[in-house]
């Protein structure tokens, strides 16, 4: 590729340094790329992007797109079927294909496509961060966290994860919700399921950024940019080393603020 070349969104996958094989899970803001599409009277072609995804992981690949939605947290019904995602066009637009699966969890569910699609769709997991739950798989995985033109801060999930696998912070707890709860079969029933939410009485604020050096440095993180954009790449199982040594060890300080922080 050549550095004043304009590469189509649809491109994109070649330059990502996927490999057959690979499993990863793709956070985005595709704004940016929607505006490089625009002035240089490019198409984008969120299928093709797709399409392109595969053909790079092959046909032992996995691809999870992030499908989050935080309503159930307010009593508001969850139909797997129907529910859309609040976590980006990718997630979304995964969701009409055939070939892409919802995991079961109403508030931190995951489209899943590939090799492992049947292990994380078969998942009850009712902690949002436990280790039955998808989190904890991406970690055995060694998956790959794509992140395009979005910082840790803006999709980072994964840091409560650790926070959760740590036991020692003080500054999250676990909080259950209970709401309707339509499965594939379209079968609704009362469940509850629990996520590892912010003490509010310590006004914790996550920053995550901070740790981004770390992950830099010890290999846990590459950079990649095709056109004006700006995609990190987090290798989850490296990067866990580095998330808990900063909870037990720093008292979270790269990760979040809050009251009493030592």
Same mark, same amino acid.
């Given at each position: #590729?050549?550095?004043? @070349? ?30 490089? #599409?625009?002035?240089? =009277? ?8 797709? &399409? ?5 992981? +092959?046909?032992? +690949? ?6 989050? *939605? ?17 976590? +980006? ?7 009409? =294909?055939? &070939?892409? =699966? ?21 998942? *009850?997991?009712?902690? !949002?961060?436990?280790?039955? !739950?998808?989190? @904890? @798989? ?20 994964? #840091?409560?994860?650790?926070?959760? @696998?740590? +036991? ?26 629990? #996520?590892?939410?912010? &003490?509010? &009485? ?29 995609? =990190? ?11 808990? *040594?900063?909870?037990?060890? *720093? ?12």
């Amino acid at each position: #590729m050549k550095e004043d @070349a304009i590469v189509d969104f649809c491109d994109y996958p070649k330059y990502m340094n996927l490999k057959s094989g690979d499993v990863i899970f793709i956070n985005s803001d595709l704004r940016k790329v929607f505006c490089d #599409m625009h002035v240089n =009277r490019r198409k984008i072609d969120l299928n093709a992007f797709i &399409d392109g995804l595969i053909d790079q992981v +092959g046909p032992d +690949g996995t691809i999870i797109f992030p499908t989050y *939605n935080w309503d159930f947290c307010n009593g508001i019904a969850f139909d797997i079927n129907k529910t859309p995602s609040k976590t +980006g066009s990718l997630g979304q637009y995964s969701l009409k =294909r055939t &070939d892409f =699966r919802r995991t079961a969890h109403p508030i931190y569910s995951f489209s899943v496509y590939g090799r492992y699609q049947d292990l994380f769709c078969s998942m *009850n997991n009712t902690e !949002s961060f436990g280790e039955d !739950s998808p989190f @904890a @798989a991406l970690k055995k995985l060694k998956c790959k966290n794509y992140m395009i033109d979005v910082t840790l801060k803006g999709c980072f999930t994964y #840091m409560h994860y650790a926070e959760q @696998a740590s +036991g020692v912070v003080h500054y999250r707890y676990h909080k259950n919700f209970t709401a309707d709860y339509t499965d594939s079969e379209n079968h609704t029933s009362k469940r509850t399921y629990s #996520m590892f939410v912010r &003490d509010l &009485d310590l006004d914790v604020f996550n920053t995550v950024d901070p740790i981004e050096k770390d992950f830099i440095d010890d290999g846990a993180e590459d950079i990649i940019r095709i056109n004006s954009s700006v995609i =990190r790449v987090v290798y989850l199982d490296k990067a866990l080393d580095i998330l808990l *040594n900063d909870i037990k060890n *720093n008292s979270s300080k790269k990760l979040c603020r809050y009251k009493g922080q030592c």
